[in-house]
């Protein structure tokens, strides 16, 4: 009866499958919101810094998205109901690719949930929950850039020139890092190789060195403070290699 009622009046059907959509698609999508609104209060008892998954905006759109592909879906039935040959053949292409697509989002949007997950766990371990910490976001940033390159992947698109470019641009900050480590380690390494010239002295030896002169009254691992007429300077063991030291101390006048 009801395959019948369907083929005397197509139209009727149609209309009454796309009104279904809309109703099986806003219970989808409220279904989407409160699933949201459960995972926003267990995530506020593992960080006091946020009480939201993910951003509101998110939450939003990926609502509004299952809304979209419910109706979608309904619509592809509708036509198929009124059998309009060029466009049910448009629209099987479309629905074999629908489920990769679908795939995929969902693919990111899990990435973008369980990154702002292990961000707040993250942040609620360390620095009493400090949500402005590098590591947290550093987390977030790993699991979401994954999930958006499997997602990319699932969706057919071609992703080597991003990948490509992505272990371009890793190279170079991992190569800008080591520079500026290499530069900013270079008089520490100095002050390590010359440390042996730290055994010459003592506290209470009075020191010229260049153009500095004072007591020494402090010696440590990698240099010396001199007590000067100016105040206390800071002597790094390079410069007692390099520079021209005279201890100046009463009865000894040894130069090195």
């Known amino acids: 009866m009801l395959r019948s009622l369907v083929e005397t009046y197509p139209e009727l059907a149609a209309v009454l499958v796309l009104v279904l959509g809309v109703i099986v698609g806003k219970l989808a999508e409220v279904a989407v919101r409160r699933l949201f609104l459960v995972g926003d209060r267990l995530i506020s ?17 990926l609502a509004l998205l299952v809304f979209a592909t419910v109706l979608v879906l309904a619509a592809v039935i509708a036509v198929r109901l009124l059998n309009i040959p060029q466009l049910t053949a448009w629209l099987d292409m479309l629905f074999d690719y629908l489920p990769r697509f679908v795939l995929g989002l969902v693919i990111i949007g899990m990435g973008n949930v369980v990154g702002a997950l292990l961000r707040n766990i993250t942040a609620g371990m360390i620095a009493q929950g400090d949500g402005n910490a590098l590591l947290p976001r550093l987390v977030h940033a790993a699991v979401v850039a994954v999930a958006v390159i499997t997602g990319l992947q699932q969706l057919g698109i071609d992703i080597s020139f ?26 520490y390494v100095a002050n390590l190789v010359a440390q042996p ?13 260049d153009d500095d002169e004072g007591v020494v009254v402090e010696i440590y691992r990698t240099g010396l403070t001199l007590e000067t007429d100016e105040g206390l300077v800071s002597i790094p063991a390079a410069r007692l290699a390099s520079g021209r030291v005279v201890r100046v101390t009463p009865g000894a006048a040894s130069q090195s």
């Open 162 to 187: 991003i990948t490509q470019l992505s272990l371009i641009i890793l190279a170079s900050l991992l190569g800008g890092l080591s520079i500026a480590f290499a530069l900013g380690a270079r008089q």
């Open 45 to 61: 008892r593992f960080s006091d810094r946020s009480h939201y998954v993910v951003s509101p905006l998110f939450q939003q759109a």
């Open 197 to 209: 010239e730290m055994t010459r002295y003592a506290s209470g030896d009075r020191l010229r060195i």
